[in-house]
């Protein structure tokens, strides 16, 4: 009985010939002689970009740290600043043109009174004819006159409550964040990235690193472990609050737990439809949007 022997021969995936063939680890396709030479090639090549894009992205590192006076959004700062000056300025300039037009107004409304009133007293004493009630009336228009020309009643300076300009506010995005510290039975790893903690039912702390104030936030965590009917919260409080285990309950503490309990200051929303939070055991990655408003 006869029998055969069938062989297969990988080819190359370029040329489609299969002697002296090599497989590429990276992308396990197979490359005669010549092509694996051009395919090595590429891959340097493509290694040169990277190394390029990393030394620009170095470079632009390096002149932030040396001169941080270079930052793209310090000259919208500047700008900022050189309009609200423009403005302040015109606003300034206008209000000084209309008191200088209602001063020369109110002077030579005033001017034009005492000219009368000049007038009647250079006919009273030239005709020799007055009497107390006209010496009275002319004091009195004196004071008046005198009144008015050191504090003038019919200008004022008020402020409008309309804002001039708008205050410039930094709204700091820092998408990185480590824990840092610790209340309870839990340990902080890896730079501040993990957190173990043992298997015993008492609660546990851990706050980050960074303090927020103001702009929207992302944080996202990874739960890689958690025991079942196991309890987890993540959330916002108060820097002023100090760390305890249960913290969770205090009044400026506000997130979500595993087991569909929405916290808003001291009241728990569990069986709340407007805050209802599904958790999903299965699901390991977490996403809490914070909206904090200065």
Not at 57 to 73: A, K
Not at 204 to 221: D, V
Request: charged content about 25%; proline content about 2%.
């Amino acid at each position: 009985m006869a029998s055969s022997t069938i062989s297969f021969k990988l080819l190359c995936v370029i040329c489609n010939k299969g002697k002296g063939s090599f497989k590429c680890e990276g992308c396990s396709q197979m490359f005669c002689p010549k092509h694996s030479n051009d395919h090595r090639n590429e891959l340097s090549k493509q290694l040169e970009e990277i190394v390029i894009t990393h030394d620009l992205i170095q470079q632009t590192l390096i002149q932030q740290i040396e001169d941080p006076q270079q930052h793209p959004l310090l000259k919208k700062i500047n700008q900022w600043e050189q309009e609200s000056i423009i403005k302040i300025r015109q606003a300034a300039e206008e209000a000084r043109n209309k008191l200088l037009k209602t001063t020369i107004e109110r002077t030579t409304n005033i001017k034009q009174k005492l000219k009368n009133l000049s007038n009647e007293l250079r006919q009273g004493q030239e005709d020799n004819d007055f009497i107390e009630t006209d010496l009275q009336q002319w004091t009195q228009k004196l004071e008046e006159l005198k009144k008015e020309l050191h504090n003038p009643t019919t200008v004022a300076i008020l402020e409008d409550s309309t804002p001039l300009i708008t205050k410039i506010l930094i709204a700091y995005h820092d998408t990185y964040d480590v824990f840092e510290r610790v209340c309870g039975n839990a340990q902080i790893k890896e730079n501040g990235c993990l957190i173990v903690k043992d298997g015993s039912t008492d609660q546990a702390e851990i706050c980050g690193k960074n303090e927020y104030n103001i702009g929207r936030h992302k944080f996202s965590f990874q739960i890689e472990q958690l025991i079942s009917n196991g309890w987890i919260f993540f959330g916002i409080i108060s820097k002023s609050e100090p760390m305890r285990a249960y913290s969770f309950c205090s009044g400026s503490s506000y997130g979500w737990s595993n087991q569909g309990e929405i916290y808003i200051g001291v009241t728990n929303q569990k069986d709340s439809i407007k805050y209802r939070y599904e958790f999903n055991e299965e699901k390991q990655d977490i996403e809490l949007m914070c909206d904090f408003i200065y």
